[in-house]
C-alpha cells in the first residue's frame, strides 16, 4: 500500500490488488471522519479527512483481513439469463463447458469495488485472477441495458444501452441506475452481488 497526499486535507490510497479496494473502502466508512470516498481499480480517495495524522497512521496499520465480520455489505441478487453472445468463448478460455462456466460465474460472491463509465455501472470483482479475460479487440456499437460483461478482472452489467467492448455472458432484467429512487444507483461501493442463474 502506498499513501500519498492528495490536497490539503485529502490522501490518495494506492493498493496492490482490486478486491481490497472495498474491503478498504469498508473500513475507512465505519473508523475515519471524510468528507467524501472515492474508490477505483486499485484506489481509494479520502477527501476532506478530519485528521491527517490519525489517518495515516490507520492505513499504515491496516490488513485486508482484519475486521472482515464488520465490513460485510448488503447483498443484491441479480436474476440473469446466461445466454451472451460471448459466453462459449469465455468457457473455451476458462477450459470449462458452458455449463461449467456459468456455474463458476454464478457461484462467485462479487463485490463492487467502484463505478464509473456510465452512471450504475459497477465494476464487480470476485472471480479468481487466472480467469481474467481480455475485453474484445474490436467494441461492439450497442450493447443492450442489462447486458452482464467481464473484462479483465471485473464483471459489469450495462444499465443503459450504449457502446461496449466487455465479453457478453448473460443478460438482467434488474433495473441498475433510476433517477427516480433516494438511491439511483442499484449497486454502490461494498455492496456484494450475487448472479442467480435464470433457467427455463
Known amino acids: 500500500m502506498q499513501v500519498l497526499p492528495a490536497g490539503p486535507d485529502a490522501l490518495l490510497v494506492e493498493l496492490p490488488l482490486p478486491a481490497e479496494v472495498p474491503l478498504l473502502y469498508a473500513d475507512v466508512c465505519r473508523d475515519l471522519t471524510c468528507a467524501d470516498l472515492v474508490p477505483g481499480a486499485r484506489t481509494l480517495l479520502l477527501d476532506g479527512v478530519a485528521d491527517l495524522d490519525a489517518a495515516r497512521d490507520y492505513l499504515a496499520a491496516?490488513?485486508?483481513?482484519?475486521?472482515?465480520?464488520?465490513?460485510?455489505?448488503?447483498?443484491?441478487?441479480?436474476?440473469?439469463?446466461?445466454?451472451?453472445?460471448?459466453?462459449?468463448?469465455?468457457?473455451?478460455?476458462?477450459?470449462?463447458?458452458?455449463?461449467?462456466?456459468?456455474?463458476?460465474?454464478?457461484?462467485?460472491?462479487?463485490?463492487?469495488?467502484?463505478?464509473?463509465?456510465?452512471?450504475?455501472?459497477?465494476?464487480?470483482?470476485?472471480?479468481?485472477?487466472?480467469?481474467?479475460?481480455?475485453?474484445?479487440?474490436?467494441?461492439?456499437?450497442?450493447?443492450?441495458?442489462?447486458?452482464?460483461?467481464?473484462?479483465?478482472?471485473?464483471?459489469?452489467?450495462?444499465?443503459?444501452?450504449?457502446?461496449?467492448?466487455?465479453?457478453?455472458?448473460?443478460?438482467?432484467?434488474?433495473?441498475?441506475?433510476?433517477?427516480d429512487r433516494d438511491e439511483p444507483a442499484l449497486l454502490t461501493p461494498g455492496t456484494r452481488v450475487r448472479f442467480v442463474e435464470v433457467t427455463g
Do not use: I, K, Q
Not at 460471448?86 to 457461484?107: I, K, P, Q
Not at 467502484?114 to 461492439?140: M, Q
Open 62 to 179: 491496516w490488513v485486508p483481513a482484519g475486521g472482515s465480520a464488520d465490513r460485510v455489505g448488503p447483498v443484491v441478487e441479480l436474476p440473469t439469463t446466461y445466454d451472451g453472445a460471448d459466453l462459449d468463448d469465455v468457457a473455451r478460455r476458462w477450459g470449462m463447458t458452458r455449463a461449467e462456466a456459468v456455474a463458476t460465474h454464478s457461484g462467485a460472491e462479487h463485490t463492487v469495488a467502484f463505478v464509473g463509465f456510465a452512471p450504475g455501472f459497477a465494476y464487480c470483482t470476485g472471480l479468481p485472477p487466472e480467469l481474467s479475460v481480455a475485453r474484445l479487440d474490436r467494441p461492439r456499437a450497442r450493447v443492450p441495458a442489462g447486458a452482464v460483461g467481464l473484462a479483465g478482472e471485473y464483471t459489469g452489467v450495462y444499465p443503459t444501452a450504449s457502446p461496449g467492448g466487455w465479453r457478453l455472458v448473460g443478460r438482467t432484467e434488474a433495473r441498475l441506475w433510476d433517477a
